[in-house]
């Protein structure tokens, strides 16, 4: 100990260039102020609008889940009873169940599946351009009319899919009206939805990767699969973050819309993702506090998983040593 | 004095207004229907619109008509208000408006729906502005189901009851005759067998889950003399009716004989002309959906088979209109809703009988309007005579229960429909659900 005084050693290379222009004479300084007020009113709609319909609905959700409220502006405090409720409640617990399956099996499938895409689309071969606008098309239809068109080809009996099944003598499979097959079905076409766009995220990705480096690679004698492992990958780990959390939150939040009209929630409960389960809490029984405190532990889960995912790849920036 | 701009003033100066023009749109969400002396909005599902189709204009208007003869008359306007998918659950328009103190004056709703807006404090009783024979010309098994004591807080517009449909063609190829057509489950499950082909379903019950797969099957509960409450409100859903009924359910689709979705989308005539259907329970509202689709397809209508041991019934659906209690003129309104569809006028009595004839094919709500239609011969069509006289009168209003009731009877019908569960461990399972729900449970009564 050498006295109450502490010295930091800041290397160099880390410090901060100082500024000594005359840019930090008075004229710099109105310069800074005006560009400050000019960056104020330019961000100030979108953190209005971030405000009121985010913000002050998250935090209005979060309070009403410690309410009974019927819809008819009749309120009543009831403390944690919503949360009691809902470990009590075997509809929610399971579809709390079906949304971590369908988060398991839905989210590495999208990655894979888009990953080996854009690699594939990467290559110089013929029609790229059209192979790759195919690939996407999916995400540029409505999700409404993705699930009223796949609705057509996987009705019972009659639907293109099981037709093409009867020719092989496979028959009575009820894609979307038996539990058994519902969700593996739900999960297909979303794949068969996000793929594409997924896919163009991986290749921008792909294609800042440097080509020296492959061919220096080559040179070297290294194999296709040592050329991906030890040159694609790392050079690619900040895209895949960047999609394994976007996959991660639209999957928990989103799958309204081609539930909704594939399935309806069932059969028997089989499709009923949480969110939709909050929709037919409030819409359906106006059962908003209850709705409420389960929108809230969605929203607790997803800032958990997004702080893991933070902290696990210092804040994204994962090729920081 | 000339004043310049700089760039940045310019930008600065287009944010800031933005910005304004933002709040100013926010300010804008609310209510565009304010004022004491604005219309009363009367939301609905018919009008105005501008379809073309013969059987939605003949209903567009009929509601325009029935709201100028008050406009008319008197100095507190009412606008009809066109609610597209108004009977879709998934419409969150009329809750949200609720919800946001901004609801209808008047409005639609179904049974289905009524104790969730009843318990709210949402409806109006309509009783006060009603003679007592006006209240007794309703058909007391409607009329029920919109009742809390002596109040009456909805009226309803017509009376839509469930049976079986079939088409001949099918029936006519599985060499069967009117001879085969089924009065007990049995015999239906069996006729369903013969119908049943690689592309057709013999038998379609309601797939999917909601309000309206409850409806359809509550019949099949009530036919073995079971309910889902007794008469002194105490949970009866563990019971050997409700056990047979989930039953029905179940063993159509295990045996092969009922399909697991709804063919054609739901669509009856298409499914039926198509070869996708061949037997269907659903609703009187079929004969105009035939005679606007499918007007030369041979069809059959035939009441639902019963149990052994077990009554004819069928379930009475239909919408009734209700006054918003917290609504800008909740009198003007109620006086509005009983002139037009609930007073003893000759005008109002020819305007249910305009809507079950000319607007749509409806058996009607009142005895009035009843002895007028018989008059007049408007049940000169076969099947709406069949329904008229051997259909109705085994009718019982569509019952009303809060959503957590109607959950759990869904969630059993689900199990036992769709997953193959045991129906009587399910009836144990809505018991348990049903009867936690009435422990705490305050409001209008289950019926």
Redesign the interface.
């Known amino acids: 100990m050498t006295g109450s005084t502490h010295t930091y050693n800041t290397p160099a290379s880390r410090r901060a260039p100082r500024r000594t222009t005359p840019e930090r004479s008075g004229a710099g300084k109105a310069r800074a102020k005006r560009e400050g007020w000019a960056a104020f009113w330019f961000l100030l709609p979108d953190s209005l609008g971030l405000l009121i319909f985010v913000f002050i609905p998250m935090i209005m959700a979060i309070v009403l889940g410690f309410f009974r409220l019927d819809g008819f502006g009749n309120l009543s405090f009831i403390g944690g009873a919503n949360y009691v409720r809902m470990v009590q409640d075997p509809q929610f617990l399971q579809s709390a169940a079906v949304t971590a399956i369908y988060l398991v099996i839905l989210v590495p499938a999208v990655f894979i599946v888009s990953l080996l895409l854009a690699l594939l689309v990467q290559q110089r071969i013929p029609f790229v351009g059209a192979i790759r606008s195919a690939l996407f098309a999916p995400y540029v239809i409505s999700l409404v009319v993705v699930g009223l068109m796949w609705q057509f080809l996987l009705s019972d009996k009659v639907g293109v899919i099981n037709q093409f099944l009867a020719a092989f003598g496979i028959h009575g499979i009820s894609w979307l009206g038996d539990p058994k097959y519902t969700l593996g079905t739900v999960v297909v076409i979303s794949i068969w939805f996000q793929m594409g766009y997924y896919m163009i995220i991986f290749l921008s990705g792909l294609q800042d990767i440097p080509g020296e480096l492959y061919e220096s690679a080559r040179i070297d004698g290294a194999t296709a699969w040592q050329r991906f492992w030890n040159i694609t990958w790392p050079m690619l780990r900040p895209t895949a973050l960047f999609v394994l959390i976007t996959v991660t939150i639209a999957v928990i939040t989103g799958g309204f819309d081609l539930i909704y009209i594939l399935t309806g929630g069932g059969p028997a409960g089989s499709t009923s993702l949480l969110i939709f389960y909050i929709y037919q809490q409030a819409f359906l029984y106006g059962e908003y506090g209850y709705a409420a405190a389960i929108g809230s532990v969605l929203v607790l889960v997803l800032l958990i998983w997004s702080a893991f995912m933070f902290r696990i790849t210092k804040g994204g920036r994962v090729d920081d040593e | 004095m000339e004043r310049t701009f700089t760039r940045?003033t310019l930008?600065?100066g287009a944010?800031?207004t933005?910005?304004m023009a933002?709040?100013g749109a926010?300010s804008g969400c609310a209510s565009g229907a304010s004022g004491a002396s604005a219309p009363l909005q009367f939301w609905q599902f018919y009008a105005p619109q501008s379809q073309s189709a013969p059987d939605l204009k003949a209903q567009n208007d009929w509601f325009q008509k029935a709201v100028g003869d008050w406009n008319k008359r008197h100095k507190q306007q009412v606008e009809n208000v066109f609610i597209p998918n108004f009977t879709d659950?998934?419409n969150?328009r009329l809750?949200?408006a609720?919800?946001s103190?901004s609801g209808p004056d008047i409005f639609l709703i179904s049974p289905g729906d009524f104790l969730?807006?009843y318990?709210?404090?949402?409806l109006l009783d309509l009783a006060p502005y009603m003679t007592k024979e006006a209240i007794d010309d309703f058909n007391p098994n409607v009329l029920e189901t919109r009742r809390v004591g002596k109040g009456i807080y909805g009226l309803p517009m017509e009376v839509e009851p469930l049976a079986m449909f079939y088409s001949v063609p099918a029936w006519e190829k599985a060499h069967l005759s009117e001879g085969d057509i089924p009065k007990t489950w049995d015999q239906m499950l069996d006729v369903a067998h013969k119908l049943t082909t690689?592309?057709?379903?013999g038998l379609v019950f309601e797939?999917?889950?909601?309000y309206f797969q409850n409806f359809t099957w509550y019949p099949w509960m009530w036919q073995g003399h079971g309910d889902v409450v007794d008469s002194h409100q105490k949970p009866s859903f563990d019971s050997k009716a409700v056990t047979q009924a989930l039953d029905l359910f179940g063993r159509s689709v295990a045996t092969?004989v009922a399909?697991?979705?709804d063919?054609a989308?739901g669509d009856v005539p298409g499914a039926f002309a198509n070869g996708?259907a061949a037997m269907w329970q659903s609703g009187i509202w079929q004969v105009a959906g035939f005679r606007g689709t499918q007007p030369k397809f041979d069809y059959g209508v035939f009441p639902l088979p019963t149990p052994p041991g077990g009554i004819s019934k069928t379930v009475l659906g239909g919408w009734a209109w209700c006054v918003n209690a917290?609504g800008r003129n909740p009198e003007a309104a109620a006086k509005f809703v009983v002139e037009t569809v609930g007073s003893m006028s000759q005008e109002s009595i020819t305007r249910i009988y305009d809507w079950c004839t000319v607007a749509k094919s409806d058996m009607p709500p009142r005895a009035s309007v009843d002895k007028m239609m018989v008059a007049k011969d408007a049940f000169k069509n076969p099947k709406l005579k069949y329904f008229h006289d051997v259909i109705l009168p085994t009718g019982r209003g569509e019952p009303r229960y809060p959503?957590?009731v109607?959950?759990a009877i869904s969630?059993a019908i689900?199990?036992v429909?769709?997953?193959g569960?045991n129906a009587a461990g399910q009836a144990q399972k809505g018991q348990a659900a049903i009867e936690a729900f009435m422990e705490t449970y305050k409001g209008g009564a289950l019926k």
């Not at chain 2, 318990?119 to 949402?122: F, I, L, P, S, T």
């Not at chain 2, 690689?198 to 379903?201: I, P």
């Not at chain 2, 797939?207 to 909601?210: A, E, H, K, L, R």
């Open positions: 940045r930008i600065t944010a800031a933005a910005t933002g709040l926010l659950p998934s969150t809750a949200t609720f919800a103190g969730r807006y318990n709210g404090g949402a690689q592309s057709q379903s797939t999917v889950p909601g092969g399909p697991r979705t063919p989308a996708y917290r959503p957590v109607y959950k969630d689900q199990q429909q769709a997953a569960g």
